[in-house]
């Protein structure tokens, strides 16, 4: 990797065209899936089933 | 519907599971690599540790970043940035797995294909130009030397050919997942669309209810300028054409409102059309008078019928449906109209229920012989006029009538004599009453009747009396009348009737055939004594 890091510097026209490129998907990349409704739209966590009404105790109700 | 589908959240797959699926398919493809550098030793060109540490901290920053604590947003721009961080991986591991020429540009394909599917189609692309870029990359850094060139005999149209068939196979996965989920959607929408007409329509105590919610539904969910809901009720045919009563619910784009139609309906036109045919009838409302009359001016129509059983017949009209929106309207989709069938049958049974309900209800309350009410109806309609007339300060009088010599008629005439009598005193007294009176039996040959204020008992009663004589039964026919009025004789319901049956007495014993009116209760002594 550091061998990658100094090679970029060393070619500084190629890096100036990448940092563009990057950059700008970099800026953008965000907004383009953010307001899919399949995100943005869908409930957090799936509907919890419904819980059935905790058992009468007849005792106390004599 | 044909709009554009309204998202319902509870419809969609949940965020976190979303994410765990993603995240499941993120840790399986990071974990390829590693194996294609076992498995394929030919197409190695980086060291062990040089895949497997990478694959590692990639992993990791996957797990992180599908951290389900987070809010939403926070949530969403996380999983951007792990999903950079796996387009570098990918990157990486192309360099180190033989470039364009190994097994990564395959498990590429496989990544954006299952995050198309799995997270979303913008994801799918967004991840796909990502890549593509990461791979141009690396392909430009390998060619001027900043990476080691690993695979030299991959060139640019490798490169070219790997990107194309890339997006390609993206787009099209995209397109066509994109076009069934939205046949699906729109498949649900109909459905629960149904099924909350169906709970709504279950809460409707009248027909014309069901008529204005289904009319609603017709303007709102299927999309028409207008929508009519038409209750039709057949009188008889003649001439080919049947005359008809039709209630009629109207909602248009300010409102609802209800017009009621009588008349017949011509042969040849499309109300005609509907009430014969058992599919749908798609034409011109411009040559149907009825049409004319409920829904002015309309243009094309789609007319859905449904019968209730054994009464009327609901037709839903829709002006254009399905058109609003779209710009050049020249059919109608299948689909609406399948859920107007749909929508127009449940909303027939939903009629027939509440007409079913009200002839229950009529019987429950209708003597069967004479037609007027019974004892039951009496009892609550003469409380509820009571408390209305005490409430507002009004008069209002009981008349207790009783056939004269009413055993001496059977005995003489027969049992079906003293039914015809009592069914002529019936009949009477439903047609000649005036408005808002009402009549009941009271019991065996005893009628009672309830007069609201400004109606005069007495000359109500003479006039009976008259009527009476005059009728057209065997034998002689008179009836003796008792009148009480609120509040002299009485300010509840059974003061009045003892009231009115003392009077009534009392025409008996002074020779029967008369009006007796019930001499006031004496008025309590207001004043102060000393």
């Not at chain 2, 692309?125 to 060139?149: A, C, N, R, Y």
């Not at chain 2, 609603?216 to 969910?221: F, P, Q």
């Not at chain 2, 058109?323 to 020249?330: D, V």
């Not at chain 2, 002299?488 to 003892?498: M, N, T």
Request: glycine share 8%; with cysteine.
């Amino acid at each position: 990797m550091q061998q990658v890091a100094i090679a970029l510097v060393a070619q500084r026209q190629v890096s100036v065209g990448v940092l563009i490129v990057v950059a700008a998907f970099l800026l953008v990349q965000d907004r383009l899936d953010r307001s899919d409704p399949k995100l943005a739209a869908a409930p957090l966590v799936p509907l919890p089933d419904l819980p059935y009404e905790p058992p009468t105790n007849h005792e106390d109700h004599r | 519907m044909s709009r554009s589908p309204r998202t319902r959240p509870t419809s969609l797959v949940s965020f976190s599971e979303r994410m765990a699926w993603v995240l499941l398919v993120r840790l399986l493809v990071i974990a390829m690599p590693v194996g294609a550098y076992w498995l394929l030793p030919s197409e190695r060109t980086a060291t062990w540790a040089e895949v497997v540490q990478p694959a590692v901290a990639t992993a990791l920053v996957a797990a992180a970043t599908s951290w389900k604590r987070l809010p939403r947003r926070a949530s969403i721009t996380v999983l951007g940035f792990g999903l950079l961080v796996d387009g570098v991986y990918l990157g990486w591991v192309l360099h180190c797995l033989h470039g364009l020429l190994g097994p990564v540009p395959r498990i590429a394909v496989v990544y954006v294909l299952a995050l198309t599917l799995l997270a979303s189609f913008r994801t799918g692309v967004k991840v796909t130009l990502w890549h593509s870029i990461v791979l141009v990359l690396v392909f430009e850094f390998e060619q001027v030397g900043i990476l080691p060139d690993t695979s030299p005999a991959a060139g640019p149209g490798h490169l070219r050919w790997h990107l194309l068939s890339l997006w390609v196979l993206v787009v099209t996965v995209a397109a066509f997942a994109a076009a069934n989920e939205r046949e699906l959607r729109r498949r649900r929408y109909d459905s629960d669309l149904l099924r909350r007409f169906g709970l709504d329509a279950e809460r409707c105590t009248t027909g014309t209810e069901v008529g204005s919610l289904l009319a609603v539904l017709g303007r709102d969910e299927l999309l028409a300028r207008r929508a009519a809901v038409l209750l039709v009720h057949e009188d008889g045919a003649g001439d080919g054409t049947p005359a008809v009563r039709a209630t009629c619910v109207v909602a248009q784009p300010d409102g609802v409102r209800e017009v009621r139609w009588s008349g017949r309906v011509p042969a040849g036109g499309a109300l005609s059309d509907a009430l014969t045919s058992r599919v749908p009838v798609l034409r011109s409302a411009d040559d149907d008078p009825v049409l004319a009359d409920v829904l002015p001016g309309a243009g094309r129509v789609v007319l859905v019928r449904a019968n209730v059983p054994g009464s009327s017949t609901v037709v839903l009209v829709l002006e254009e449906p399905g058109g609003r929106h779209r710009l050049r309207p020249r059919g109608v989709p299948q689909r609406l109209v399948t859920t107007a069938e749909q929508a127009t049958a449940q909303a027939a049974s939903t009629v027939a229920r509440t007409e079913l309900v009200d002839r229950l209800r009529t019987a429950a309350a209708t003597d069967g012989l004479t037609g007027v009410g019974n004892r039951r109806a009496l009892d609550q309609a003469l409380a509820a006029a009571v408390d209305d007339a005490r409430n507002a300060g009004r008069n209002l009088s009981v008349l207790l009538l009783d056939l004269d010599h009413f055993k001496r008629l059977n005995d003489t005439h027969g049992h079906e004599a003293g039914d015809d009598a009592l069914r002529a005193v019936g009949g009477l007294l439903r047609t000649e009453l005036p408005v808002g009176a009402f009549s009941a039996r009271y019991g065996g040959e005893e009628f009672c009747v309830v007069l609201p204020d400004g109606v005069d008992g007495t000359v109500t009663a003479e006039a009976l009396c008259r009527r009476v004589r005059s009728l057209d039964v065997p034998g002689p026919l008179t009836v003796s009348v008792g009148v009480s009025s609120l509040p002299g004789d009485g300010v509840s319901a059974r003061e009045l009737l003892h009231a009115a049956d003392t009077a009534l007495y009392d025409a008996k014993r002074a020779g029967r055939d008369r009006v007796v009116v019930a001499r006031h209760r004496e008025e309590p002594d207001l004043r102060v004594t000393t």
